[in-house]
Nanobody, 117 residues
Framework: QVQLVESGGGLVQPGGSLRLSCAAAATGRLFSWYDMGWYRQAPGKQRELVAEIISGGSPNYAVAVKGRFTISRDSTKNTVDLRMNNLKPEDTAVYYC?????????WGQGTQVTVSS
């Protein structure tokens, strides 16, 4: 059983910053060969990729967040963080942590990010 535990969402004003954290928990397992990333889903819209780190590769970002968001990963701790700067109202969504391989695909419970004045 794999659990993804997210934290760090909240309410922030436009131009502000937030940091999301996700920890993958499974007794005795490491996920260094898994891809890890963040997705988001706004009301009435489909879930979309925000940023991801492919196992052994470089980060990928959605065009809408490139230059503002930074994803980082600690494979020794099974964690992935998303640093979000210069937040805009259109970044408002539920953000989901994702852990996947060729045969597995796990999701966190989601954390709400609201950007509003």
């Amino acid at each position: 059983q794999v659990q993804l535990v997210e934290s760090g969402g909240g309410l922030v004003q436009p131009g502000g910053s937030l940091r999301l954290s996700c920890a993958a928990a499974a007794t005795g397992r490491l996920f260094s060969w898994y891809d890890m990333g963040w997705y988001r889903q706004a009301p009435g819209k489909q879930r979309e990729l925000v940023a991801e780190i492919i196992s052994g590769g470089s980060p990928n970002y959605a065009v809408a967040v490139k230059g503002r968001f930074t994803i980082s990963r600690d494979s020794t701790k099974n964690t992935v963080d998303l640093r979000m700067n210069n937040l805009k109202p259109e970044d408002t969504a539920v953000y989901y942590c994702n852990l996947r391989s060729k045969v597995d695909n796990y999701w966190g419970q989601g954390t709400q990010v609201t950007v509003s004045s």
